[in-house]
């Protein structure tokens, strides 16, 4: 089975630019989350989905920063505007009936 | 709060030899998991080993096995007969909420393997 595909693996932006990552969980799992890993702060879980519907997202930094999930096997995570200080590897994640999250490989991001 | 700490920011051990990696924790509830993750280089994040709370008997996965304390809030990750593909970052993370849904990482543990 594929695991989690994410795209672009990396991205490089101009400060002010609209990023978008993408997010494709394993079929048939319920839950999507979005994690963010940084030097400074680790790993931080910014927003998870149950069913396509948002349950928590208190861990997105700020307004500049939406997720959707319009369906069960694609979510995006989009930062408009950027900042440099948005560079980070962002992770997308999905878990089924059990209770082990897998993680995509992860979009490499900086904004310049 | 739920807190995870790894207290070894790194750690070396010799090729086919034996080594432990620390994990302490803190939290209110009683239904919880914990687990394990490797990160390699490439910086895909790849579960290790996981334990539920409830469960007193210590996982094991081939090589990998852990020790959980839960009156200590202690999780260590023991790695026997070390292969040059364990080099990575080790990250413990503590699994909270109904199903696990919300993961809180330690700071990490990187570990070097030496042929």
């Known amino acids: 089975d594929a695991g989690v595909i994410q795209s672009p693996r990396h991205e490089v932006t101009e400060m002010g630019q609209e990023v978008t990552l993408r997010c494709k969980p394993i079929?048939?799992?319920?839950?999507l989350f979005w994690y963010r890993q940084t030097m400074m702060r680790g790993l931080e879980l910014l927003i998870y989905f149950n069913n396509n519907v948002p349950i928590d997202d208190s861990g997105m930094p700020e307004d500049r920063f939406s997720a959707k999930m319009p369906n069960a096997s694609f979510s995006t995570l989009k930062i408009q505007p950027s900042e440099p200080r948005d560079s980070a590897v962002y992770f997308c994640?999905?878990?089924?009936?059990?209770?082990?999250?897998?993680f995509g490989e992860g979009s490499w991001l900086t904004v310049v | 709060a739920q807190t995870v700490t790894q207290s070894q920011p790194e750690m070396s051990v010799q090729e086919a030899e034996t080594v432990t990696l620390s994990c302490t924790y803190d939290?209110?509830?009683?239904?919880?998991?914990l687990f394990w993750y490797k990160q390699p280089p490439s910086r895909q994040m790849i579960l290790v080993i996981r334990?539920?709370?409830?469960?007193?008997q210590n996982a094991t996965e081939n090589r990998f096995s852990v020790n959980f304390q839960e009156a200590a809030k202690s999780f260590s990750l023991k790695i026997s007969d070390s292969q040059l593909g364990d080099a990575a970052m080790y990250f413990c993370?503590?699994?909270?909420?109904?199903?696990?849904?919300?993961?809180?990482f330690g700071q990490g543990t990187r570990l070097t393997i030496n042929p």
């Open positions: 993370a503590l699994g909270r909420g109904q199903g696990a849904q919300k993961l809180v």
């Open positions: 334990q539920e709370a409830y469960k007193q």
């Open positions: 079929s048939g799992h319920d839950y």
């Open positions: 994640a999905s878990r089924g009936s059990g209770n082990t999250i897998y």
């Open positions: 939290t209110s509830e009683s239904d919880y998991y």
